[in-house]
């Protein structure tokens, strides 16, 4: 322990570790040619040898499936793994607005370089260059893919792809498929997947949640899995691990995400060793459909690309807010993004968005009905697109988003104004990777969101699906030949790895089945959530994230305590699937915090009320936090978390203040 | 408002099953069909009771998992899908029974939870397009005329939640099926495996143990995604075409 | 009961779908016997000799090329082994959707299906049984309601005379069972052959569902409805 962390807002919750380097980047050449230089130097696979090779790949999202159809078809060994009933259920299907990609075919200035700074810009300056350059630089290519494996992207009526353009830039180069890119995008590489599972390469194994991570002197080995069908506790061993789990946004219980995200998977990799990297890093997005009522499971998102056409406001005057909002007249309302960001206006990024709406309502001029005493909405409103262009204009863009939000609020939109809220929606943070997405855990490779290496701060819209797939069909299997090239020592399940892995999970489960306590799981998530939201949400400050940190204590002791799971183990079971979610939640929620406690500046989806500029924009404070926060699991209870520094350096791109104004 | 349900509970794979009825108050409009079983859930738990097993993951409609018979409808009155309908749909007092899907290759796990893993085999057998990664031409070099593209589109939006096979009185996967030969075959790309994939993939689906299809349009009707009966015409011209090239 | 198994070596004349276009077209040639057989059957409002001499001209057709009652056998030969393969390739599909599903639902609602489409397989069933009873009644005489006279045209009158009511009521009995039948069966038979995959298609072969089963299920009734009627005596 060093004394820096003595000045840390989060002194007494961490100790400090060795400072890290991600020493696969080849650093010495120029950024732009770092990718090539890396594959030109890594070590390949023998064909005949790839069929005696097994990798693991949990996760069968954009980053899972394309990960297990690319090795698959190289010939590999692949064991793919989902809690769904079918990989193509995977969250990627939720996507609804579109997929980057530097092609240019707008003639409007775009290229790889464009695509490159943009994401180091949109992430506030805390993501690594080098990755980010190697997916701007791959994004091309997995347009070509998906065309050709049949996804079918909206065209023009000449026949060619078309784009729309997506909030904080200004080219158009989002490729789509009306509001329902990641499903299609998922069905492609779902449809390879199965391909590869036809052709005797790929085993798949649904319903089947990973408990545990094996690893032997740092070297990840296996993983431990829960048939959630017969309960059946089963050791799979293979020669690389590939967690693609997804995000764990759910740690706030309300979000985007699917019922089943969680970080499990993760986290368990986390308590065997993995870095967890820059945990606090959460993207709010703007336009969510608002909270009704306590019963509420989900937030259902609504399409960034709305803000292209629709106009976001509040009433001017308190009163009013109540009112019809199509009786407000024009100069009574504050079409406030118009006013605060006369450049960008509607289409400022997601974290100033979503920030300027809470500032609104907790002014007291939001709208919609009040949920614990405040109106927590804001109009976005379409009427003048609508005068503009006509309706049914708006209704071909735009036709099933105004239909979901008709499905779940009974309002039309095409006539009232839709109501929208922030909602957790993205997790920035995730495991720690290198340049080779291998974590600090030999042999645990993690791509997709479930990493924390591309985005930085904050991601730009229409970013995370291209991560997915330039992880998954052009980075990994390159970089996971690098490392099966080489022999690892195989075990076998008598290994004492295993046999205490597997007991681990057996007692957990058993501990769950056995406290009979008095509260739901889902109770607890929730008031987890409600911490997470409040004091980890879209504004953070140093005593909130300190009383949050001891809430989650108590409530964490308290659900070891008074949890109660019924059922058995040997049969399907969802409570004690939730059960085990939730357990990984509180710890996480924790780190969180911890984390964010300690990045006493803001930067991207991390705001910190102690740093602002005088107008209210977010203050990074480059000379002190310009780097990866890697954390490392010291223990339960009473052991603190070590952090690990990665600095950050820019050379392609020079530092400077976000600015959208 | 209070509603009457009438679930059906089944412990496992190999039990049989029965109707079971739950009283439940204090239903709101605003709540999902899924929040409101949540809400039995609860209650259940409380009392001590095995909670009721119903799948469900993205509950925005777009996943495909859910996948519950309501009152002899496949995902309930609405044309939506089961975590889309709203508890406005019903009025108090209502008794709503709820069932798993029905047909023999999706059978039942748990309560209203069933094994669809039939429909990932069809995919298997030929529902897709062979592309080894890094082998595609550039993109924009294959123009695709927008009327194709956009029927493509429409036809793979489909879920893959079953509600056909649910609805169809011959328990036929004819529309799936249907929606995956239209929507590769309308694409060039999809061309030259176009008669070995339809052949292939409806020997998979009768193997499966789906019914043939009479041509009944229920599972159209029921089809949160709107996937409209000319897929299953496609589908037998298809066949045909591959019938007469001798296949 | 599904089988984790992928099938090799699959042939397109093996499957479902061979099956219902054995059906179609089986039942195409139905449709096209129907048509031409109600033409002759409304050459009753002609009178007597133009109808008995059609049903000569039937059996003499060709002569000398071909022998008498040649076409007729033809025409049989090809009317039973359509028939056959109708049935066989019906019930073939009928067994397998009551294996798809074995376990019923409690509550299950019809939605689209119309009470036609629903009736097919029974309705089949009916339209076998009057084939049945109308050969053994008109072609082979077994089943004789009024003595057994020469001319066709007097065994069909006397057939629908008031006084032998439930053979009229059975023929048309039978009508409505065919009018039903091929109000589906000719959409469907659109659908089966590929021909209905736009949403304009589909409706003009529904349309045409309609039409013919109107047209040859209302001409064939007016037969033995106007015989009762006494409009023809
Ligand atoms: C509503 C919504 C809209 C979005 N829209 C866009 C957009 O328009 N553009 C964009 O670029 N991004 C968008 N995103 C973000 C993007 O969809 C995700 O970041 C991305 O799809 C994540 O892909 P993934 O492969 O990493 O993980 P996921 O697709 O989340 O897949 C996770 C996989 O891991 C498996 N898994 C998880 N835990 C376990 C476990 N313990 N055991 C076994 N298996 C496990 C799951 O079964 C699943 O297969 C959106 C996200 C949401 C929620
Ligand atoms: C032998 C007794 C018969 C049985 C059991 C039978 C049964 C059936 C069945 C089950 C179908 C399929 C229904 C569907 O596709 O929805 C069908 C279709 C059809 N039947 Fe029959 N039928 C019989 C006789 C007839 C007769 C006598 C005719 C004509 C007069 C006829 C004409 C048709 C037609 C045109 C079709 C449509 C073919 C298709 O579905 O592709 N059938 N029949
Ligand atoms: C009111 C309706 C009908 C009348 C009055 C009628 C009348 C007749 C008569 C008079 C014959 C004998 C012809 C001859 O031997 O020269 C005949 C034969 C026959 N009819 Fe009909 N018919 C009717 C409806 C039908 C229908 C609906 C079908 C089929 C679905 C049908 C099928 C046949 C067949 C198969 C024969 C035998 C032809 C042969 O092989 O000789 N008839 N019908
Ligand atoms: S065709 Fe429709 S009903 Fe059938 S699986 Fe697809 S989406 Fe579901
Ligand atoms: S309901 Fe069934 S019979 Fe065919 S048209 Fe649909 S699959
Ligand atoms: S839960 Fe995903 S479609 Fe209903």
Known sequence: MTDTNVTSDAAGFFTLGEPIADTKAPADVPVPQRWEERKAHAKLVNPANRRKIKVIIVGTGLAGAAAGATLGEAGYQVESFCYQDSPRRAHSIAAQGGINAAKNYRNDGDSTYRLFYDTVKGGDFRSRESNSYRLAEVSASIIDQCVAQGVPFAREYGGLLDNRSFGGVQVSRTFYARGQTGQQLLIGAYQALERQVAAGTVTTHTRHEMLELIVVDNVAKGIIVRDMVTGEIETHLGDAVVLATGGYGNVYFLSTNAMGSNVTAAWRAHRKGAYMGNPCYTQIHPTCIPVSGENQSKLTLMSESLRNDGRIWVPKKKEDCAKDPRDIPEEDRDYYLERIYPAFGNLVPRDIASRQAKYMCDEGRGVGPEVDGVRRGVYLDFADIIERVGRDTVEAKYGNLFDMYAQITAENPYEVPMRVYPAVHYVMGGLWVDYDLESNVKGLFVAGEANFSDQGANRLGASALMQGLADGYFVLPYTIANYLADSHERIDESHPAVIEAKKDVEERINHFLTVNGTRSVDSYHKELGHIMWEYCGMERTKEGLTKAIGLIRELKADFWKNVKVLGSAESLNQSLERAGRVADFFELGELMCIDALNRRESCGGHFRAESATPDGEAARIDEEFAYVAAWEWAGEDGHMPVLHQESLAYEAIEMKARSYK | ?247 | MATPTLVKGSRSTRSTIALKLLMAVTGLVFIGYVLLHMYGNLKVFAGQEAFDEYAHHLRTFGEPMLPYEGLLWVLRVVLLLSVIGHAYAAFALWARASKARTQKYVVKKAVAATLSSKMMRWGGVALLLFVVFHLLHLTTHTINVNGDPESPYERVVSSFQPEQWWVAVVYLLAMIALAMHLRHGVWSASQTLGLTNTAKSRARANFAGVFLAVVIAGGFALVPLSILTGIVD
């Open chain 2, 1 to 247: 408002m209070k509603i009457t349900l009438n679930i059906w509970r089944q412990a496992n794979a190999s039990s049989k099953g029965a109707m079971q009825k739950y009283d439940l108050d204090d239903v709101s409009e605003d709540m999902s069909f899924l929040e409101m079983l949540d809400l039995l859930n609860e209650n259940l738990n409380e009392k001590g009771e095995d909670p009721v097993a119903f799948d469900s993951d993205c509950r925005e409609g777009i996943c495909g998992t859910c996948s519950l018979m309501i009152n002899g409808e496949a995902h309930g009155p609405e044309v939506t899908t089961t975590c889309q309908l709203h508890m406005r749909s019903f009025k108090d007092g209502d008794t709503i029974t709820v069932e798993p899907w029905r047909a023999e290759p999706f059978p039942v796990l748990k309560d209203l939870i069933v094994d669809r893993s039939a429909f990932d085999r069809i995919i298997q057998s030929g529902g897709y397009i062979s592309v080894n990664t890094g082998s595609a031409p550039e993109a924009n070099n294959l123009p695709v005329e927008k009327a194709k593209a956009d029927r493509a589109f429409d036809v793979a939006t489909c879920i893959g939640c079953g509600a056909c096979v649910a609805a169809c009185p011959n328990g036929s996967a004819s529309l799936f099926l249907g929606a995956k030969i239209t929507h590769l075959g309308e694409l060039p790309q999809g061309q030259p495996e176009r008669e070995s994939r339809v052949v292939d993939m409806v020997a998979q689906h009768d193997h499966e143990g789906f019914g043939g299809c009479t041509n009944i349009g229920e599972c159209t009707a029921a089809c949160p995604k709107g996937i409209p009966l000319d897929v299953i015409s496609q589908l037998n011209k298809d066949l045909r075409t591959a019938m007469l090239h001798g296949r």
